[in-house]
């Protein structure tokens, strides 16, 4: 192998990190318990990644666990959709929800708002998310998040 072969192959391998470190979402509070922890990274697809739109966020279903910009904390949040409905005016919405949560979000999302989507094995609303348990400590550690719940 010549060293500019070797090159090529270290930089490929870089740019795969980079997508798919984009493209794992760490769980930083226990919201969705049993379905995934603090600390577990779940991969997700992305509503606009480089220009690429990897869903549509506007043909979400009921079921999916969704992350978006929420409007009533400071950071995403990553919740299920539990209702899909339009406004009297036409505009779509969703009410959220996490799973270990008594009630849903208080405001409910609007398509723009959803930045990701959680992969789940087979696509299928309701089944089990792609999740790398534990792993997301670290990154929590770094940001200076208390680990107690």
């Known amino acids: 192998m010549t060293q500019t072969q070797e090159l090529i192959g270290y930089i490929a391998i870089i740019i795969i990190g980079i997508i798919l470190a984009q493209h794992l979402n760490v769980v930083v509070s226990g919201s969705m318990e049993p379905v995934f922890y603090r600390g577990d990274v779940v991969l997700v ?3 606009n990644f480089l220009g690429l739109n990897e869903f549509n966020t506007s043909d979400v279903n009921v079921g999916d666990i969704v992350v978006y910009a929420a409007t009533w904390f400071p950071e995403p949040v990553i919740h299920r959709v539990i209702y899909k409905g339009t406004t009297p005016e036409g505009q779509l919405y969703y009410v959220t929800k996490g799973d270990n949560n008594p009630g849903p979000d208080p405001v409910v999302v609007y398509p723009n708002q959803i930045e990701e989507k959680v992969v ?9 998310p ?3 348990p534990y792993v997301g400590y670290i990154t929590i550690w770094i940001r200076g998040i208390p680990v107690s719940s």
């Open 45 to 47: 697809e992305k509503a």
């Open 120 to 128: 789940t094995l087979g696509g299928n609303p309701g089944k089990s």
């Open 130 to 132: 792609i999740v790398i």
